[in-house]
């Protein structure tokens, strides 16, 4: 069985700093794309960031973009997130997900359970 879990999330003030981490265990095989999504309260969930096999592209939301950096670690089904000078409006529950042949979208295959983001003002 495949497991996706998330973390590093909390609760920063408005201008700080974090890295959100996922691990993917229990599959051997390889992925086209693991990405970001999340999901604000009262809004719908939207992609974040998507890095694709080999890391050599990479996508962002335009909300996103020039502040939040996806990255992945080869050897272990890990991929990162880190987010910089963020905003009230970043506040939302994030989720990692893997997809095996397409892009990251709400078609990804395999997705965790997410971890809470919350900014202050």
């Known amino acids: 069985q495949v497991q996706v879990v998330e973390s590093g999330g909390g609760s920063v003030q408005a201008g700080g700093a974090l890295k959100l981490s996922c691990v993917v265990s229990?599959?051997?095989?390889?992925?086209?794309?693991l990405g970001w999504f999340r999901r604000a309260p009262g809004k719908e969930r939207e992609a974040v960031a998507a890095i694709y096999s080999g890391g050599e592209t990479t996508t962002y939301a335009d909300s996103v973009k020039g502040r939040f950096t996806i990255s992945q670690d080869n050897a272990n089904y890990t991929v990162y997130l880190q987010m910089n000078s963020l905003k009230p409006e970043d506040t939302a529950m994030y989720y990692c997900?893997?997809?095996?042949?397409?892009?990251?979208?709400?078609?990804?295959?395999?997705w965790g359970k997410g971890t809470l983001v919350t900014i202050s003002s």
């Open positions: 229990g599959y051997t095989g390889s992925t086209n794309c």
């Open positions: 997900a893997a997809a095996v042949v397409g892009p990251c979208d709400e078609g990804s295959d395999y």
